[in-house]
């Protein structure tokens, strides 16, 4: 809590000081009283390099880019004011350098060499970091590429300060990018496996990005053509599935991801790109990490690979034997053969061809003709190439190395490849002054590279590599030594004396672990050493002492710093120690002095083991409040620290008194505001003037220490290199030399305004330390030339050891083995200094304690002796007797020691079974929930007792409350849509009710038929089983999204009523065999009964339930299941001990019943005989049957004739008894075996059941997947219309655009456009033919349009000359030769306007035609999509109507002729009621036209009986005249005598009419009679008729199925050889023939025989009268 207090307080103190001091957000710290800058910058960062001129290279290294003179090696800086600098370019023909700094919103500078004078800034839309930068080869223009989140590439114009244009990349990671020489508008940009060219379109003052792609060949070399999957070529269509759609949307992907989507099948790995360079011909060589060589066409895009040359015949021999040779070279050495050509990682263009390096050093020059190369070696440097650079000359050519050395190579003199520049990539651990501490520096990096420099000017003199990772430095004060510590825990120790030739001349291995910092005090005498294990080593620093080890001091705490301070008057160092106090958050000082006392009396001050006593030296302990990162002290105890919980630093007073035994927490006198973050250091100059601040965001900070205000602060690092790594000031304060983490950079600072005071005082202090110093460091000087070179013993140098044994723990690292025999101490050749000491501690121990040594081994070996002697006898007494093993063990810590080990052991295996169980036991609960309790249905089996038949139900789900909810709403819908429905038909109906009734009665008729044709046409027979299909759609309405949607949750619901309609018979069945298993055991008990009595051993079948039938017992472990014995805690044991007793006790008082016991021995427990005793029953002979039957009396025997009849009879009973039980065993064993059958016969009917269900199901489940398909199918044609849609969009955008180009462009009058083209006509050359054919460039001098003003200025200068007086004619007047120089220069002013306009119009007209050509080709491309958007719609449109219906069809219902499927193509699918309908109709008119037949056929009739009348009445009148005068001559008949002679002749007639009436009515009622018994028969005979219709039917059926067999007989009789029955065939047929043609010949005499007397009988008719 007290912790938490002090942190607030820290926390609050820091706001405070910070509000006071002004240093919050938004506020400017107050101006400093002095000034840094920077001297000279040394390092290397190997992220770029570029030439600026022909002398001068430049690379960016930390927060500087470095600018070095090739001739005299002199570097300069220039520093970039905001952080570490980011991309980095150079153009050598503007002598500029581009670069970017690493903040948010970076910034593009533009600075002039050699002023350093920054020239503009371009702020672009970048948010994070620019990646790359690129300058063009003519005119002002740069390139420049954003990473995340932009990705954005922009061109610029640095001079005008102008964004040209730019384009995205989103995702691309570009590697590399530049401008073709001989084109700026030509931008190659090359990514991790991608290459585009980027063309930059000009029309006056707007330019435009286009982008290419170039096409790379995969990885095998191959290259395939493009292939665009948005427009595929080829469109197939298919009936079923649809039409074949792109990928994109079947993918469902609408917009540009739609136009670039390429599936993961389709993506082929190509190529990886390394480097690249244009040509003069504007082509591009790259290189692969394949090993391919590429050159692609920068204007057509295209790729090709480049071959090798093929060699001369004598040249491939020797290339094959190098081959083979190096292949058998590599088998023995066990590597993998690798045939492909190393890859080049970086390559350069000059006139004579191509020059490319690789990781293996080899510089290599290619010869490159059409598409073949021929290659040479052209240097080897052994070292990484990462890049190679032209200077501008070409004269020379840059090898910068991955390590860090540069070297230059001359392509003319083609020698060897000489070292530019000795520098290394690796990051500086440290750099200290050399004594006196103004001339020379000595820095060493992490790999262990010493470098001396001046300190002047940063040059370096030397360097030294000491092949070993170093990790701390220091310089002596008292020698020109200088001290390494290394990673490995040693200390190498050099001679720098001469800094030209700087020597190793000793090492001291102290221990296995890092050396963290080395400290020397003022005066030289010590060298403080810190390692990780926490201890602080103190070793002598003078030579003269050979650099002894004095000691080492053991620290409870991780050490954070140390602190060294030097009493020169009372020859006294002060170290203090800042600990790391893990348990409270407060920092600890341990405060120790040293005297020159532990260097002349040292064993007096340190054990045998090395470590300094605790009377050598006091020490006092103190408690700061605050916890501490860094601290410093000063002479008159006062401390400085860099407080870790808030920004500030932290000032104390300690007191003089010793604080080791509860010290007090000490509070901070003054806090002061810290502007930096980041864990921070302090280092305080040697005056003890100034107080240095550093920290992790790379500020360096100077405050006074008298006032703490700041005297000057530098930005000298970056946060992302790491922040400042170390600082120190030189011995007379004028330079701080301050390194990085990270970058790579090493500064060197000194003071550009300070107080003249300060310098006089810190003069003055270095003047009185060196006085005092001289006289020792001349001697040691001395000491130190006079020792010899150290040599690296290989076998104990850092190579000779491994990595594992300098990671081992120090109390291994630092053990020594002592063999038991001789006590001797195993020696290694690198042994630490400690463990020399361990060792020659155990050597004098051994030498003095031989004698009691030897007398404890002899005690120990006859104790061995007789432990071994009593452990036999153990194994000889009895068990109950003998002891343990564990109690033989003398050595009870060893064997507590195991114990203790085997308990953690058991513990980890406990745990880690318990663990495991608990997964198990997740992974149970899991499966339990997901595939048993989330059942409402739980899967379950039912089997039969004697087949191998087995049914499963259906699992089941409890249906969710979201589908319950849709289900009813798609019903209630359907319910509404069938109403509507029902409401339109009802009004069709209403309107045309005039149906016939015989149309009524044919539809009763065909009821029957319907209802059979309905599943046909539902497509399933769900309705069969609990199915219900008439809340289903049909399936030709399908038509809309939404009726489809809703007809699968229909067909879901149908799925689940039909397995729950088949579980509820399931249920029903498994619970019968539930009942018929308790019957069966039922008759098996009385069965076991049976065989009981009868005494027979035979085993009954009793069925039960298996684990498929009750899966509920897989949920639960019985006993028996478990194999292994239980385990039982030993209250388990003894409780199930009690139990047992007390349950032998109740058994054994139950058996203990006297009345019970004399029941048992008298009447065998029973007090009555059962008839189920009978066979137990036995006669006892009588008591003489032992005797002779001689001897037998009378009586005796017939007593045993008696018994004999009694046994006899008994044994009858018996046998009886047993047939019957066998009777009776028999029929129960007949009456299980019936109903088990009947049950398995039940359980096959139940599988029937479940086949047809399954078959249901599938039907219905196939609809679902034609739907799902039918929906996929309209999504994808709604994604594919939508990608159309929105591609036209952007079509449209374009061509919007180019319209507005055009316009501009057609705003140009029609005259000037006549000039500018006849201008046009007539350019100057191009260029790029202006080439000086001597020059070395291989691009020339390209210039541009854009040097107009340059080039007319050149004219000028050159007309200049020819206006001078001297190249005036003689005798022409000054006047006329003004008045002729100022016309010509206005002629020729006007001539290089008008090429400067003809370069622009032929521009202008290129872009014109471009724009005209892509306007052509984006016509065709919307045309194109237009055609498809119809098509589509089309399709869309066909395949609404063109449904998938499914129909259920009778197996041999359709018969085809052959096996070859008709063709159903132009097949239409309509409903039987259209067909029938349209059937009705046609009947209908068919009825219409025979009644207007008939009518027209009765009235033609009426005619003819019309004329018939006519003609009869003429006849009658004919006949009538006849008869007129037939009566004149008509003799009187009887008739006529009877009207003559009766009186009442009407009476008469009246009565004859009467007579005739009654006979009438007579008649009638007979007709009546007969018609009504012929009715009667009318419909007995309709009923017979419908009986023979019937029976029609059926034999139709018959006929189908005889005509079915007839036809496999007529096959099968036309497979067989009739060829001889075929010709008798064949003439019968030509006889019947014959027969049918004489037939017709006779009828058709026939016929005219009828015809001719017909003819006669007319005739005949006309001329007979008619009778009356």
């Known amino acids: 809590m007290a912790d938490a207090v002090a942190v607030a307080k820290a926390r609050a103190a820091a706001a405070s000081g910070a509000m006071a001091a002004g240093s919050g957000p938004g506020r400017e710290l107050p101006a400093e009283e002095a000034a840094l800058e920077v001297s000279w910058v040394q390092g290397f960062s190997n992220k770029s390099f570029g030439f600026i001129n022909n002398q001068t290279v430049c690379y960016p290294c930390g927060n500087y880019i470095l600018f070095l003179d090739i001739e005299t090696k002199k570097t300069t800086a220039l520093q970039c004011q905001t952080g570490p600098v980011g991309a980095f370019a150079a153009n050598a023909s503007s002598e500029v350098v581009a670069f970017s700094d690493q903040k948010l919103n970076p910034i593009i500078y533009i600075h002039h060499f050699p002023e350093l004078n920054k020239l503009t800034e371009l702020k672009g839309s970048a948010q994070l970091d620019y990646t790359l930068l690129a300058f063009s080869f003519t005119g002002p223009y740069l390139a420049s590429y954003s990473s995340i989140p932009e990705f954005v590439l922009s061109v610029w114009n640095w001079q005008e300060n102008i964004l040209l244009c730019s384009d995205s990349q989103p995702g691309i990671t570009a590697t590399s990018l530049s401008f073709n020489p001989m084109n700026w508008q ?53 009936p079923y599935h649809g039409p074949d759609l792109p990928v994109s949307a079947i993918a469902g992907l609408v917009g540009d991801e739609a136009e670039t989507f390429v599936p993961r099948n389709s993506i082929k790995t190509s190529v990886h790109p390394t480097a690249h360079c244009w040509t003069a011909t504007s082509e591009i060589y790259m290189s692969c990490k394949e090993g391919y060589i590429l050159a ?87 070292q990484s190439i990462s890049s190679l650079i032209f200077s501008p000359d070409y004269a020379s050519l840059l090898l910068v190395t991955d390590q860090g050395p540069v070297y230059s190579y001359k392509p003319a003199h083609s020698g060897e490849a000489v070292k530019l520049l000795d520098t290394c990539s690796s990051c500086f651990v440290a750099a200290d002054f050399l004594t006196p501490g103004n001339k020379y520096c000595v820095s060493v990096t992490i790999s262990g590279e010493v470098q001396v420099w001046f300190l002047e000017d940063g040059t370096c003199l030397s360097k030294l590599n000491l092949d070993i990772e170093a990790t701390a430095m220091a310089c002596c004060p008292s020698s020109n030594s200088v001290a390494v510590g290394t990673k490995r825990g040693q200390i190498y120790f050099l001679d720098v004396t001469k800094a030209e030739a700087p020597r190793v001349v000793h090492r001291i291995f102290l221990s296995n672990f890092p050396v963290l910092s080395l400290h020397y005090d003022q005066s030289g005498q010590f060298l403080i050493a810190r390692t990780t294990e926490g201890h602080v080593f103190i070793l002598d620093a003078r030579p003269s002492k050979l650099f002894q080890v004095l000691g080492y001091i053991v620290l409870a705490d991780e050490v954070l710093d140390l602190s060294v301070v030097s009493d020169l008057k009372n020859d006294l160092v002060e170290v203090m120690v800042l600990l790391n106090v893990a348990e409270v958050q407060r920092a600890r000082l341990e405060i120790f002095c040293l005297s020159s006392a532990i260097t002349t009396d040292n064993d007096k001050c340190v054990n045998d083991q090395g470590m300094f006593n605790a009377s050598a030296f006091k020490k006092k302990q103190y408690e700061l409040d605050y916890p501490l990162s860094s601290a410093v002290k000063l002479k008159d105890n006062i401390v400085y620290g860099f407080c870790t919980c808030a ?99 090493l500064v060197c600072l000194k003071w550009k305004k300070i107080k003249k005071t300060e310098v006089e005082e810190a003069a003055f202090y270095w003047q009185s330390l060196l006085d005092i110093l001289n006289k020792s460091t001349s001697n040691e000087n001395a000491v130190l030339k006079s020792m010899a070179e150290w040599q690296f013993d290989p076998g104990s140098t850092s190579k000779s050891l491994s990595e594992e044994k300098f990671k081992e723990a120090p109390l291994k690292s630092s053990s020594v083995d002592v063999t038991e025999e001789d006590g001797n101490v195993t020696n290694t050749n690198d042994m630490t200094w400690i463990g020399q000491k361990i060792q020659k501690v155990i050597r004098e121990e051994t030498q003095r304690f031989s004698n009691q040594k030897q007398e404890l081994q002899m005690g120990i070996k006859k104790l061995r002796q007789t432990i071994q002697q009593m452990m036999h006898e153990n194994e000889q007494v009895p068990d109950i007797e003998k002891l343990e093993h564990q109690e033989f063990n003398l050595d009870m810590e060893e064997q507590e020691r195991l114990q203790a080990e085997a308990e953690q052991e058991v513990a980890r295996a406990r745990k880690e079974i318990e663990m495991e169980n608990l997964s198990n036991c997740y992974l149970q609960d899991f499966i339990k929930y997901e595939c048993w309790d989330a059942l409402c249905v739980k899967g379950r089996a039912v089997k039969c007792f004697h087949m191998d038949c087995e049914v499963k139900n259906y699992p089941l789900e409890e249906r969710s409350k979201e589908e319950l909810e849709t289900l009813e709403k798609v019903l209630r819908l359907k319910d509404t849509e069938t109403a509507d429905l029902k409401v339109q038909k009802e009004d069709l109906e209403t ?9 009524e009665g044919k539809k009763e008729a065909k009821a029957v038929a319907d209802d059979g044709e309905s599943f046909c046409l539902i497509g399933s027979l769900s309705s069969q089983y609990g199915g219900d299909t008439s809340i289903l759609y049909h399936q030709c309405d399908l038509h809309t999204k939404e009726q489809r949607v809703n007809q699968i949750v229909l067909l879901k619901d149908i799925i689940y009523k039909v397995k729950t309609a088949f579980n509820k018979e399931f249920d029903i069945v498994a619970q019968q065999k539930e009942q018929e298993i308790a019957r069966v055991k039922e008759r098996n008990l009385r069965i076991r009964e049976i065989l009981e009595q009868l005494d027979l051993q035979v085993e009954v079948w009793e069925p039960a339930l298996t684990d498929d039938e009750m899966p509920e017992q897989a949920l639960t472990v019985q006993d028996s299941e478990i194999k292994a014995e239980k385990y039982l805690t030993q209250e388990e044991k003894e409780r199930a001990e009690m139990l047992a007793k007390l349950e032998m006790e109740k058994r054994l008082a139950a058996t203990d019943d006297d009345r019970l016991r004399a029941l048992d021995d008298m009447m065998g427990g029973v007090l009555e005989v059962r008839k189920e005793d009978i066979l137990k029953m036995n006669i006892p002979p009588p008591p003489f049957v032992s005797k002779p039957e001689d001897l037998w009396s009378d009586e005796e025997k017939k007593i045993f004739g008696e018994y004999e009849k009694k046994v006899k009879e008994l044994n009858e009973e018996k046998e009886e008894y047993k047939k019957t039980l066998e009777n009776e065993w028999k029929k129960l064993e007949a009456s299980i075996q019936e109903t088990t059958q009947n049950f398995d016969e039940t359980v096959c009917k139940l599988s029937e059941r479940k086949v047809k269900s399954e078959m249901v199901i599938y ?49 140009t009058p029609d005259d000037v456009l006549e000039e500018l083209y006849r201008l046009y006509t007539h350019r100057p050359k191009s260029p790029r033919t202006e080439m000086l054919l001597d020059t070395p460039n291989p691009y020339g001098n390209c210039s541009g349009s854009e040097d107009y003003e340059d080039a007319l200025t050149l004219l000028m200068k050159a007309m200049d000359e020819l206006d001078s007086p001297e190249h005036m004619p003689e005798g022409l007047e000054q006047s006329i030769w003004k008045n002729f120089c100022l016309a010509r220069r206005k002629k020729m002013e006007s001539e290089e306007l008008v090429k400067r306009k003809a370069l622009t119009l032929a521009e202008m007209q290129a872009f014109f035609q471009r724009r005209t050509d892509e306007n052509e080709k984006m016509k065709s491309q919307i045309e194109n999509i237009f055609n498809e958007l119809t098509w589509l719609q089309e399709k869309k449109m066909k395949l609404q109507q063109n449904l998938i219906v499914q129909f259920v069809l009778k197996q041999g219902q359709v018969e085809l002729e052959n096996t070859e499927i008709p063709d159903y193509s132009d097949a239409i699918l309509i409903k039987k009621s259209v067909v029938e309908e349209l059937n009705c109709s046609i009947s209908t008119q068919g009825e219409k036209k025979i009644a207007a037949i008939i009518e027209f ?56 009419i009467a007579g005739m009436e009654e006979t009438l009515r007579f008649m009638d009622k007979l007709h009546e009679k007969n018609v009504k018994n012929h009715r009667k028969k009318i419909r007995e005979l309709k009923k017979s008729i419908r009986l023979k219709e019937e029976a029609n039917y059926e034999l139709s059926l018959q006929l189908k199925e005889m005509l079915v067999s007839v036809s496999e007989r007529r096959h099968i009789f036309e497979a067989a050889d009739t060829r001889d029955i075929s010709e008798k065939i064949a003439k019968q047929r030509y006889q019947e023939i014959l027969k049918q043609k004489n037939l017709r010949d006779l009828i058709k005499e026939q016929k005219e025989e009828f015809a001719s007397l017909q003819s006669e009988l007319e005739i005949l008719r006309t001329r007979t009268p008619p009778h009356i």
């Open 186 to 238: 030509q931008l190659c940009f090359v990514g991790e496996s991608s290459v585009t060219i980027w063309h930059i379109e000009r029309i006056e003052d707007e330019h435009h990005l286009k982008r290419n792609p170039v096409e790379l060949p995969d990885e095998q070399g191959s290259i395939s053509p493009h292939e665009d999957l948005f427009f595929p070529v080829s469109r197939s269509d298919d």
């Open 296 to 382: 692609i066409d920068a204007d057509k895009h295209r790729v090709s690979i480049l071959q090798p040359k093929p060699p001369p015949e004598y040249m491939q021999k020797i290339s094959d034997v190098v081959s083979y040779v190096r292949r058998e070279v590599q088998k023995k050495k066990g590597g993998e053969l690798n045939d492909q050509q190393n890859p080049m990682f970086s390559m350069a263009f000059c006139n004579e061809g191509l020059y490319a390096a690789g990781r293996d050093g080899i510089l290599l020059f290619y010869h490159i003709k059409d598409l073949q190369y021929e290659m040479k070696v052209c240097a080897d440097i052994s």
């Open 647 to 745: 920004p500030f630093i932290c000032k104390y007073h300690l007191s003089e008194e010793n604080m080791l035994e509860d010290p007090p927490v000490f509070s901070s006198e003054k806090m002061i505001p810290s502007n930096q973050f980041g864990s921070g250091f302090l280092c305080v100059s040697p005056n003890s003037q100034w107080l240095a601040a550093g920290a992790k965001d790379g500020v360096l900070f100077i405050y006074s220490i008298s006032t703490m205000d700041i005297l000057a602060r530098k930005h000298c690092h970056s946060y992302q290199g790491g922040g400042i790594r170390s600082m120190i000031f030189s011995l007379d304060g004028n330079f701080i030399l301050v390194n990085d983490e990270n970058d790579g950079a």
């Open 991 to 999: 309107e045309s009710e005039t149906v016939l009734p015989e149309e």
């Open 1259 to 1307: 039907q219905e489940e196939l609809k679902i997947v034609s739907l799902t398909c039918a929906l996929l199918l309209d999504e994808e044609l709604d994604t594919r219309e939508a990608g159309l849609h929105n591609c036209l969009i952007k079509k449209k955008k374009e061509k919007t655009m180019e319209r507005r180009f055009r316009k501009q462009f057609a705003d």
């Open 1497 to 1552: 056929k009765d009235f033609s009739r009426g005619i003819r009986r019309l004329e018939w009348e006519h003609k009869k009445m003429r006849m009658q009148i004919e006949d009538l005249k006849e008869k007129a005068r037939d009566i004149v001559i008509l003799p009187i008949s009887k008739d006529c005598q009877l009207f003559l002679t009766v009186q009442n002749y009407g009476s008469h007639i009246a009565q004859h």
